[in-house]
């Protein structure tokens, strides 16, 4: 029997979990949690009654293996499954806030552009478009790659103040290669061909992922699939401790995982373990790991992140008629990123019908001035700005609000990531440790890839297999 610890109870935590615990003659398999809840960033919180997520949590994969995982742990309600715990179907809808205006996400040379642009700006956006693709830039930078796609106006509108507000970093000072991560394949072509199939109905071969039409969500709130698939896992053997940090990764000079250290509750537990995965932050995991050499901990100590703060919002009235899933909230005069209309994904998000329960995104670094701030004053700023854009004629429309602070909701890719596969290289001469997940990995990973990174190292614990490129080429070009 193999004494399995899994750091992390998100998406990838909590796969991996379940996947070994279908083995229990095998695995004996133990998962820490240091919040006092399942599911990480794709957990949902319910506050007097009404639930929300962090910021909107969609599912949507082209794994067809992650597609099967979902329908079998939550059925799909059109299966004709029923009770509270299915996956409804949705017809994504999401748009762009600008100027008062909303246009279409991604952003479309079309009638509605046209109507909310005018003649003389539209012509702009399709000459500029057009300079685009005869005179491509060198790509530096993720301007180029941008003005490369969209050209410069259409990028100036809608990527260059958006990235900056995301990011907390101009386009200029962004490599290319963020790009290629997150808006894979999304092109001002690929926008035009996605019109053009539409009008004459020709379904495209491939659908990427930021133009997925069609998504499942879990009736009450994307945490519930955490929920359910931990259950199932202690069903079958595994144990889950939450409100309990791993803070110390016991490793011999030769790279071998011997345990853990964990807190809970003010205690220190030594666990051992044959097999470590990690879903923690790949820069927390190396500060708490012995044996590391300097030049391996400077590079994990200078990973950047991007972290958020989201804020529910319960008001009586909507100013504006808004079916949208969520919406990109563009333009310099308010710092929101983005909210979600949690009416619009599941009646049971709300306790009462009659209200819109909101989410607004911030996007801001853990210790700023921003994420310092008091709740009510966090409260005050967002309220302030649903007025500024209409959503809401008065503040007095709020009825009640919940702000959610999110630590390295985002991994960034500047600075010592350039280094990240000496990282890799490090963690991978530990054979019995696999980093798993978004943050335990450092990569832009949605929860289908975080939860085939652990499929993946499943794997190659099963099989025995030492080579892990396999679980790190997830999400990358190379699978
Ligand atoms: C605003 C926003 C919107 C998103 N929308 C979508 C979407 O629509 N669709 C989609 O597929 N994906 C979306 N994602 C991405 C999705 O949230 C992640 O891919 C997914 O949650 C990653 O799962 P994970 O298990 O790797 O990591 P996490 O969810 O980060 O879970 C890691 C867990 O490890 C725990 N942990 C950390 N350190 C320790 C420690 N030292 N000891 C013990 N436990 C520890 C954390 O508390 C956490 O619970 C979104 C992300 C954000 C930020």
């Keep these: ?26 695995f004996q398999v133990v998962v820490l949690e240091e919040s ?71 952003v479309k040379l079309n009638a509605t552009t046209f109507e909310n642009l005018g003649f003389g700006e539209t012509l702009k956006v399709g000459g500029s478009y057009f300079k685009s693709l005869l005179f491509a830039r060198q790509e530096k930078s993720l301007e180029d790659f941008f003005i490369n796609r ?38 001002g072509v690929v926008v035009l061909k996605n019109m053009i199939g539409k009008a004459f109905n020709i379904k495209p071969k491939k659908v990427e992922t930021s133009l997925a039409e ?36 016991h490793r011999k000079p030769d790279g071998t995982i011997d345990g853990v250290t964990c807190e809970r509750c003010g205690e220190k537990i030594f666990l051992p373990c044959d097999i470590l995965l990690s879903s923690m932050p790949v820069k927390d995991l190396i500060a708490g790991m012995d044996a590391v050499p300097d030049e391996i901990r400077a590079i994990a100590t200078g ?25 990109y909230v563009q333009g310099g005069d308010v710092q929101m990123g983005r909210f979600v209309v949690y009416n619009n994904w599941s009646p049971c998000m709300l306790s009462d019908a009659k209200n819109f329960w909101l989410g607004l995104e911030y996007f801001c670094r853990e210790g700023d001035e921003l994420w310092t701030n008091s709740d009510e004053k966090i409260a005050e700023l967002a309220i302030e700005e649903l007025v500024k854009k209409n959503l809401i004629t008065s503040p007095t429309a709020v009825k009640d609000f919940h702000i959610e602070r999110v630590k390295k909701a985002y991994p960034a890719y500047f600075d010592t990531y350039a280094r990240i596969d000496e990282l890799r290289k490090f963690l991978d001469a530990s054979a019995n440790l696999f980093c798993i997940g978004r943050n335990g990995q450092h990569r832009y990973n949605n929860i289908d890839h975080s939860m085939c990174t652990a499929f993946e190292a499943v ?12 679980v790190w080429d997830v999400n990358t070009e190379s699978n």
């Design 1 to 26: 029997m193999q004494r399995v610890v899994i750091i992390g109870a998100g998406p990838a935590g909590l796969t991996a979990a379940y996947e070994l615990s279908k083995f229990p003659e095998k």
């Design 36 to 106: 006092a809840q399942l599911g990480g960033i794709s957990k949902t919180v319910e506050y007097h009654g009404n639930r929300m997520d962090i910021g909107p949590h969609h599912l949507y994969t082209k794994v067809a293996a992650v597609k099967a995982w979902w329908e079998r742990m939550m059925p799909p309600e059109e299966n004709s499954a029923s009770g509270d715990e299915v996956l409804l179907k949705k017809n994504r809808f999401t748009r762009i806030l600008f100027k008062g205006k909303f246009f279409d996400y991604p």
């Design 150 to 187: 969209f050209g410069k106006k259409l990028y100036s509108m809608f990527f260059e103040g958006y990235t900056e507000k995301v990011w907390g970093r101009h386009p200029k000072n962004i490599s290319p290669e963020w790009g290629a991560q997150r808006v894979k394949g999304l092109s």
């Design 214 to 249: 069609t998504f499942y969500y879990p009736k009450f709130g994307s945490g519930q699939l955490w929920e359910v698939t931990a259950r199932e896992s202690i069903k079958n053997g595994v144990e889950i401790f939450l409100r309990t940090r791993a803070t110390k990764i």
């Design 303 to 327: 990973l950047p992140y991007r972290d958020l703060i989201t804020i529910g919002v319960l008001v009586e009235k909507l100013n504006l008629s808004v079916p949208d899933h969520w919406v």
């Design 459 to 470: 794997k190659n614990i099963l099989s025995g297999t030492n080579d892990k490129s396999n």
